[in-house]
């Protein structure tokens, strides 16, 4: 006879990825085997035919800037992206000190969403120095039952330019922090060799992965994105380095973008995308064809970059295939599945999937097939975190 | 002492357009000045502090091609505009029966949705006959109440190259189609002034509108636009001319661009878009600076064409904010006036809008400004048509 823990429960009557209607048993937060019986007074969650799919990732957001759950702000910058940087500074000095409670509303909103693993990028620099740093670790504490954060310690007033910043990053690592972020090398540092090496040297004194911003288009973008490529090579990073946004991917002429792609793959570097509305989004068929990890996020939510996005990762694989042209079941699974493997292999999020020995997150919805719940984006029925299920959505 | 009719309605505790709480009376369908009383027994609905717009426009959209309330069909053609009306041809081929069950379906929807008025293509040739047009005219008279649907005669599958479809779209009109359609005439009937010159001259007998589907892109296009403007302005149908897609205007060169944009201003004629996600927009704010007529619509809704689209305009108007790297509220704002009075100006609805002496077309949602109900795209707390409240949305 075997005890039950909190993390048991059985889901009855689900269709895995849109397939026949079966029972899900989660054993101690991991999928247990089809011939394993439920123990008696297992927790049963009755499905009534929804469609389930695995936990949803989130590989790219911005929770310590978000204004999630106050009053709408209209957006005051002008359209560049340096004009975004200095509103975004400005606007949240008087917003530091509710760091933890913004993040936390927008996460459990994002859990609630049926995402299961977050990778946010937290400002770190002088000013503001290990404030966010600090909110987001207590957050994270407090939320682990419902939603994972990894976080990214992130240059956003420049690294090189901004004195002071190198050592509070490597101090956030020391605290935890997993992953090193940097954001334009050439057009904000004005030194693209100079900030990349000081991350890569950040990287390999401390173990930690690296995820930097690239905005920068053209030769500008591909320019930093060979340098990534390289330094990810010669100290063997392959793996844990990652572009986000890559906007020059969409920009550079076809003989170039396709030796980007090789290099890329060789080097073992991902992409993550937020499939922009205005800026180009990277050619997601083509770097899955070439085995590039790509991964979507959601970027800022109602913040000071942008007014725009809701936290729902079912909404931003629409978004990405509707961006990228796909119309075919196979192309709209493929975006949704960015979201899921891709933000997988990313973050290192091991056994995910419906299969036996997965880890229990799952997300139902009513939906036929994944296309059409990528399509319909439909409320969601039952969200589960390692076997628990979380309570109900929040209304918006 | 005024008599109660159907279309009164007292709408209490809102914000139009996001402004302060106030009532809004509708009396016989209209909303009446501000210094009227209610006449003692009038319906009451209190709104409970939610934000107000007028009833919203899809300007283009083809309720007969949708399979909505059908199961998920995988989009199956190549990636052409070719394969497309040719996948479209075969599949609907079992589908025409159901044509007016079909558009009710999505109709409704809409309709519950906040959208008041629609203008729909219906495709007129002769495999299909008058099919289509006879349906959705049926399914126009009874759904009058919740959604006031214009028709366009729609020669999908070419004009000049399938003989017998403009005397069928003749026809049409003879039954009460308003506007005449048309599609590609460089590219489809490879005869762009023979195309454009035969809906002119059966516009100029009927008295019909016209609004002619452009994917064309580039030079291609930007001729066929140019013709268009020319044969507007000669036969003097300044405002009763639009071009659907206008792809063209995203594509060409800042010279030929700014060209265009005169011309069509000069002409008076409309644009409508859905804000592709994977072809160019036209540029709204400048199109809208020039005083040219922008409306919205969703395009194709689940059909052969695309698996995307629910009927939300709010959605859509969120979708060309997002499309055109709208992020200050002004500009999410001109999204939103594209969609409810361009789509007015293009259909000629007068009186939209809240101020006494419109009609009583009203959605309600729970939303703080107008850039907020955009962003978050709320359901509906509330639908009004002509003073009546429509029953509540459809789950999906």
Redesign the interface.
């Known amino acids: 006879m075997t005890a039950i823990s909190g993390n048991d429960l059985l889901v009855r009557n689900v269709r895995p990825l849109g397939g026949g209607i079966v029972d899900i048993l989660i054993l101690d937060g991991r999928i247990a085997d089809t011939t394993t019986t439920a123990p008696d007074g297992t927790e049963v969650l009755n499905g009534a035919g929804a469609l389930a799919l695995p936990g949803l990732i989130n590989a790219h957001c911005h929770l310590d800037k978000t204004r999630w759950g106050l009053?709408?702000q209209?957006?005051?910058p002008g359209?560049t992206r340096d004009e975004r940087i200095a509103a975004d500074r400005e606007l949240r000095r008087g917003l530091m000190a509710s760091t933890k409670d913004r993040a936390a509303a927008l996460a459990e909103h994002c859990a609630a969403l049926g995402t299961s693993h977050i990778r946010t990028h937290v400002d770190v620099e002088p000013e503001f120095g290990l404030t966010g740093v600090e909110a987001l670790l207590e957050l994270r504490e407090q939320i682990a039952e419902r939603i994972t954060i990894e976080l990214v310690a992130f240059p956003q007033f420049g690294l090189i330019t901004n004195p002071g910043t190198a050592a509070l990053m490597e101090a956030a690592v020391g605290l935890g922090v997993e992953v090193l972020g940097g954001i334009d090398p050439s057009s904000i540092d004005n030194d693209r060799a100079g900030q990349i090496d000081a991350i890569f040297a950040m990287a390999e004194r401390t173990g930690a992965g690296i995820d930097i911003h690239l905005h920068e288009t053209g030769e500008e973008g591909a320019a930093s994105l060979e340098l990534i490529c390289e330094r990810t090579q010669a100290l063997g990073m392959s793996g844990k380095v990652a572009v986000s946004h890559g906007f020059c991917l969409g920009t550079v002429e076809e003989a170039r973008l396709s030796g980007l792609i090789d290099a890329i793959a060789a080097a073992g570097v991902a992409v993550v995308t937020y499939a922009p509305?205005?800026s180009p989004v990277p050619p997601l068929k083509r770097l899955a064809e070439a085995g590039v990890t790509v991964a979507v996020g959601t970027d800022g939510i109602?913040d000071a970059w942008?007014?725009?996005g809701?936290g729902d990762m079912l909404e931003r694989a629409?978004?990405l295939?509707?961006?990228?042209?796909f119309?075919?079941?196979e192309d709209?699974e493929l975006a949704l599945d960015a979201v899921i493997s891709g933000g997988a292999r990313l973050m290192g999020i091991e056994d995910r999937g419906l299969a036996p020995g997965c880890v229990g997150d799952l997300v139902l919805v009513?939906a036929?097939?994944v296309?059409?719940a990528v399509?319909?984006r439909?409320s969601r029925q039952a969200v589960i975190k390692d076997g628990i299920r979380l309570p109900a959505v929040s209304s918006?």
């Open positions: 009053p709408w209209p957006h005051t359209p509305g205005d109602r942008t007014p725009y809701n629409m978004m295939a509707y961006r990228s042209g119309r075919r079941d709209i009513e036929e097939t296309a059409d399509i319909a439909p918006r």
